[in-house]
């Protein structure tokens, strides 16, 4: 029944000057997507909006699925393709509602817009002609102009476009149109979540994650490429560096207090992540934290580890409760992924009491006993790491 579809643009379409810059980037990302959909596509922009024509064995609910995951589109409308001629395009309009509006009583409005403005009927006339000929045809629509059920759209261009159904878009903003980031990614529940929140709003994501084998088996390293995976259609495809932690965990765990582990070992996890972030010319970090979930996260904690790092660091579920970020964990389909029962290396090592008020100087202190061997450590772990493309 559909050939077409008719994207609507969230904020993007209020940007002023640089409009064009997020028009082509939601135009770029819509063509990645349908790349990977069945068909053959023709991807438009047009008059703040992007046409999708469609052919060769497509799927139009394939497609409707695929762009309820590109950040920016705030609606999808599916599009019968008519002849313009106004006699077929009545019939044609008919057929349509008959078939998909038959057994509910509906209100409706006919919208008409034309860009051919040769064509024989203004606007009004076409939106009083066809809503005459639907309240006859049609026993179960009657009109409403001020609150209708439906809006029957009629757009005449080279052919005529008509739309009634509109399925919600994510929102957002384009990947890419703000720059890039690095997130910490652990197969737990928080941090995919992050980084999707960090994308929805056009940030292209990069992944870190710090494996410890053989305490972290490589179940859970595969946990988190099945996460990365994931969120990766949403973001789009995502650069993953798996980082072997091992050694500098236990090295931690040799010269320092215990009840110090977590918080000098989530110091050194920024720190790699924002080196790898410079390398990758990202501009800032993403984590999943949030305030008061677990001892490295009371704002003490936050605020000593947040002392190694340059760059901002998002962190979009600070204030979240965990019932809230399970749900949309759940949404954007990671959460039976995160649940599954693998070691993160955070946990491994962790002390019965690690400290919740730490101490910048006295943490800075148990750091110097490091000096001999961490940045040696460091620069090791940071070369030999692993690098995955995740899409
Ligand atoms: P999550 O559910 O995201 O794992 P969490 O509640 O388990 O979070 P922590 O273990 O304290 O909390 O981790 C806080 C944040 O630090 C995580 O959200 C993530 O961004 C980062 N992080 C923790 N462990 C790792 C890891 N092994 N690799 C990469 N990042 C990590
Ligand atoms: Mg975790």
Do not use: W
């Amino acid at each position: 029944m559909y050939q077409a579809f008719l994207i609507k643009y969230s904020e993007i379409g209020i940007k002023g000057k640089n409009r064009y810059i997020f028009e082509d980037a939601l135009r770029s990302r819509v063509t990645e997507k349908l790349q990977r959909c069945q068909g053959e596509f023709k991807v438009e922009k047009e008059q703040g909006r992007i046409y999708v024509e469609a052919s060769g064995g497509f799927d139009a609910e394939e497609i409707t699925g695929a762009l309820t995951k590109v950040f920016g589109i705030a609606g999808i409308c599916p599009v019968v393709l008519l002849e313009k001629e106004f006699e077929a395009l009545k019939t044609g309009v008919l057929r349509y509602l008959k078939e998909e509006f038959a057994d509910t009583k509906q209100t409706f409005k006919v919208k008409a817009k034309r860009s051919d403005k040769d064509y024989p009927r203004t606007s009004p006339e076409i939106c009083m002609d066809l809503g005459e000929a639907i309240i006859e045809e049609c026993g179960n629509m009657t009109v409403d102009v001020h609150n209708p059920d439906i809006y029957v759209n009629i757009e005449i261009r080279s052919e005529a476009y008509v739309y009634v159904k509109s399925i919600k878009g994510p929102g957002g903003m384009p990947v890419g149109t703000s720059g890039q980031a690095m997130l910490l990614l652990s197969g737990g529940i928080d941090s995919p979540v992050a980084g999707y929140m960090i994308a929805k709003r056009g940030v292209r994501v990069h992944a870190v994650y710090f494996h410890a084998p053989p305490y972290t088996s490589e179940r859970a390293k595969q946990k988190v490429v099945d996460l990365a995976r994931i969120i990766s259609e949403y973001t789009g495809p995502i650069q993953l560096h798996i980082i072997n932690f091992t050694e500098i965990q236990m090295y931690i765990y040799d010269k320092c207090p215990h009840d110090e582990l977590t918080i000098i070992m989530r110091r050194y996890m920024m720190k790699i992540a924002e080196e790898l972030a410079v390398m990758s010319d990202c501009e800032a970090l993403i984590t999943g934290e949030s305030i008061g979930q677990v001892a490295s996260q009371t704002t003490k904690s936050l605020s000593v580890t947040n002392e190694v790092c340059h760059m901002p660091v998002f962190r979009p579920l600070i204030a979240f409760d965990k019932q809230d970020i399970i749900q949309l964990a759940e949404k954007i389909g990671t959460f039976e992924t995160s649940i599954q029962p693998y070691e993160d290396c955070c946990t491994i090592f962790v002390a019965k009491h690690p400290v919740t008020k730490p101490v910048l100087e006295k943490i800075k202190k148990s750091e110097k006993k490091l000096e001999d061997k961490i940045e040696e450590m460091v620069g090791c772990a940071v070369k030999e790491r692993e690098v995955l493309r995740i899409r």
